[in-house]
């Protein structure tokens, strides 16, 4: 039988439930992958082996409590674990020790999850690479001189490179897309709102949700069924208002696993779904900044479109109008939400990095009006954005508009140029933040040095099932978790 990393997490799960593992089993060979490859990779800032396995031999002296129970995992290092060192990527917050838990790691240990450490991410979150000072470096698995994209850069790293089956991540404007797509593994934006943490509700313009990261798309739906918070008869245990309703539980990943939705009616249900397609290279963007879509990020749009096609969905051009107030109204908001970093003295703001810095003074000079008019803008924006789907079930973009960034690629000392350059580098993503949709990124195409390039899928909202179904079947085609980084 293969070792237990070349194993899926549906397969270990089912193990696990079997009694053919233990937690404290698989915790133990895990923790191994990591000690083994981590220095290299930089997808741990902090690893807490003695907890781990603490944590493992207590779910495995108790019945099965969670649907995720006896599975490893690494918390983001944005979320506070009681009890474990938190830097957030930033030297202003070493040595800082929370007393209590963030929900959505509550939520992951309810599920039963081993949380193995940490996961390394940039400072607070804002930039879409891996790069913080604080250390470390989270390097790309496909080749380690290039970045892994962020914030969730080290769950991408750790997945990719077989230290983790899964990771959960945030993505306020692609930090779970951008790096899953730069290191070659799938990556879920849901809809804001469906998940009861990390909902997009508790920040201004409702841009941050969390998400999953995975290798298959079967594993990606089951870290999703993990991260809904249920009541005993399986049904969702919050009430925030969806335009769509939450999927019962196994739906997720029953979609994925099958490539069709259950229900009654409409597009995509029954076996052998079919959906209407629309392809775009379409951005918010476009005429904001200088958006140029790369020959491999065409040839990652030409291979995921082939595929669909050949599966015989009804696929066609699509696209927006252009959207001028866009880019002004996304910097204003993006720069407000940062002014609330509570960081108030000098000193500690003189030692965040200089994007950090910018965005947070920047956004403390916003005046209440300007904020206001952005937010109207951008509401104005998700409706119009909604309202051009017209017919189309799923619309498919190119995942990043350029190959995987070397390490250093970012103006470290010009934010303003920085802020530009995350923009081009992925211009898909944010908007769909701002609209609140879902969204999945799925590898389809490896460059001629062997980067992995993939496409993006966007749903309509509460559409999750729809885009796990496709991507199921993208899967089946493309067959990418047969693709192995060379640091495997």
Not at 98 to 109: I, Q
Not at 392 to 401: G, I, R
């Amino acid at each position: 039988m293969d070792a237990l990393h070349e194993q899926t997490a549906v397969e270990l799960r089912d193990r696990l439930r079997a009694g053919e593992l233990t937690p404290a089993e698989v915790t133990d060979h895990f923790l191994g992958r990591v000690e083994a490859r981590n220095a290299d990779l930089g997808a741990f800032c902090l690893v807490t082996p003695d907890a781990a396995r603490e944590r493992a031999d207590r779910l495995g002296a108790a019945t099965p409590p969670g649907v995720l129970w006896g599975l490893p995992s690494g918390d983001k290092d944005l979320w506070s674990r009681a009890g474990v060192p938190t830097s957030f990527g930033s030297r202003a917050m070493v040595g800082f020790v929370p007393e209590v838990s963030d929900d959505v790691v509550a939520d992951l240990d309810d599920a039963g999850l081993v949380s193995l450490g940490r996961t390394t991410a940039p400072e607070l979150g804002f930039p879409a690479y891996t790069e913080p000072l604080v250390g470390p470096v989270a390097r790309n698995p496909w080749d380690t001189s290039r970045g892994a994209g962020g914030s969730s850069g080290g769950a991408a790293v750790a997945v990719a490179a077989g230290l983790l089956p899964f990771a959960p991540g945030s993505d306020g404007g692609g930090s779970v897309r951008i790096p899953a797509a730069a290191c070659g593994v799938v990556g879920l934006k849901p809809s804001r709102g469906l998940l009861p943490t990390g909902s997009g509700q508790e920040a201004p313009g409702g841009l941050v949700v969390n998400g999953p990261l995975a290798r298959t798309t079967a594993d990606t739906a089951l870290l999703l069924e993990g991260m809904l918070r249920r009541r005993p008869d399986g049904t969702a245990a919050h009430r925030y208002t969806l335009r769509a309703p939450v999927a019962p539980a196994g739906a997720y990943l029953a979609a994925a696993q099958r490539g069709e939705v259950a229900g009654a009616g409409g597009p995509g249900a029954g076996a052998g779904a079919r959906f209407r397609v629309g392809v775009t290279t379409w951005s918010a963007w476009d005429g904001y900044y200088d958006v140029e879509v790369s020959p491999e990020a065409h040839a990652a749009l030409d291979a995921g479109v082939r595929a669909l096609t050949g599966l015989g969905h009804e696929v066609e051009p699509h696209s927006w109008d252009p959207a001028p107030g866009y880019g002004d109204a996304f910097r204003t908001l993006w720069m407000a939400g940062a002014s609330a970093v509570p960081v108030d003295d000098d000193a500690t703001l003189d030692r965040l990095e200089p994007l950090t810095a910018w965005l947070i003074r920047r956004g403390r000079q916003v005046p209440a009006r300007e904020l206001v008019e952005a937010l109207r803008t951008l509401v104005a924006f998700e409706r119009w954005l909604i309202a051009g789907f017209g017919d189309l079930d799923v619309v498919v973009t190119p995942a990043l508009a350029m190959t995987p960034r070397p390490l250093g690629w970012f103006d470290a000392d010009d934010p303003d140029r920085n802020f530009a350059q995350q923009c081009r580098y992925t211009p898909f993503t944010s908007w769909l933040n701002v609209a609140g949709l879902p969204a999945i990124t799925v590898p389809t195409h490896r460059t001629a040095d062997g980067l992995p390039m993939g496409v993006q899928i966007i749903g309509r909202p509460g559409g999750e099932e729809t885009l796990l179904a496709v991507a199921g079947q993208l899967e089946d085609v493309l067959r990418w978790p047969e693709h192995r980084p060379p640091v495997w």
